[in-house]
T-cell receptor, first 115, second 115 residues
Framework: AQKITQTQPGMFVQEKEAVTLDCTYDTSDQSYGLFWYKQPSSGEMIFLIYQGSYDEQNATEGRYSLNFQKARKSANLVISASQLGDSAMYFCAMRQEDSNYQLIWGAGTKLIIKP | DAEITQSPRHKITETGRQVTLACHQTWNHNNMFWYRQDLGHGLRLIHYSYGVQDTNKGEVSDGYSVSRSNTEDLPLTLESAASSQTSVYFC??????????????FGQGTRLTVV
């Protein structure tokens, strides 16, 4: 069964606008972690932000924030004031005890920022 | 600065040949992982290791093997390369076993083409 679902294969966003990338997950564990990674066209995987299941506050890292809705099992990435350099693939991933603490990955969303 | 490096970055090989992809990390992490990335699948775990002499099969381990003789290296071997193994391969490492809040650090990736 798919544990991480990213429903947007691709998105176009105007530069300077905010963008929300969707991620829903499936788990019966109480303790888990959610991660977002960015993969630019150069290919490397860049860690962006982390949210723990017990964290009461939504995680923020600079222009990145995570809209964590635990009851809905969603962990959407919000990028404020998008820039051309934000064009990339974005992956949501989850680590949980049920999967032996291995990262389980979504299929990714390709984000293109238009000038 | 600590890093994780993969070599080669690109390789073309023929069906049936044995191929080894190298991964070397200077983070001194106990945990190392090999993933493959294919369109529409995100990253899928091939093999992983929690320490020297420890290796474990991941989701898509058939046709691949790893060995861990030291902390720094986890080479991935394709025993008899097949066209279905054409993919981008990522090596990763992380610090803590059995924890759900640990990010993974990735190498730059190896693009392997089997002809």
């Amino acid at each position: 069964a798919q544990k991480i679902t990213q429903t947007q294969p691709g998105m176009f966003v105007q530069e300077k606008e905010a963008v929300t990338l969707d991620c829903t997950y499936d788990t019966s564990d109480q303790s888990y972690g959610l991660f977002w990674y960015k993969q630019p066209s150069s290919g490397e995987m860049i860690f962006l932000i982390y949210q723990g299941s017990y964290d009461e506050q939504n995680a923020t890292e600079g222009r990145y924030s995570l809209n964590f809705q635990k009851a809905r099992k969603s962990a959407n990435l919000v990028i404020s004031a998008s820039q051309l350099g934000d064009s990339a693939m974005y992956f949501c991933a989850m680590r949980q005890e049920d999967s032996n603490y291995q990262l389980i990955w979504g299929a990714g969303t390709k984000l293109i920022i238009k000038p | 600065d600590a890093e994780i490096t993969q070599s080669p970055r690109h390789k073309i090989t023929e069906t049936g040949r044995q191929v080894t992809l190298a991964c070397h990390q200077t983070w001194n992490h106990n945990n190392m992982f090999w993933y493959r990335q294919d369109l529409g699948h995100g990253l899928r775990l091939i093999h992983y290791s929690y320490g020297v002499q420890d290796t474990n099969k991941g989701e898509v381990s058939d046709g691949y093997s790893v060995s861990r003789s030291n902390t720094e290296d986890l080479p991935l071997t394709l025993e008899s390369a097949a066209s279905s193994q054409t993919s981008v391969y990522f090596c990763a490492s992380s610090e803590i076993q059995g924890a759900w809040n640990t990010e993974a650090f990735f190498g730059q990736g190896t693009r392997l083409t089997v002809v």
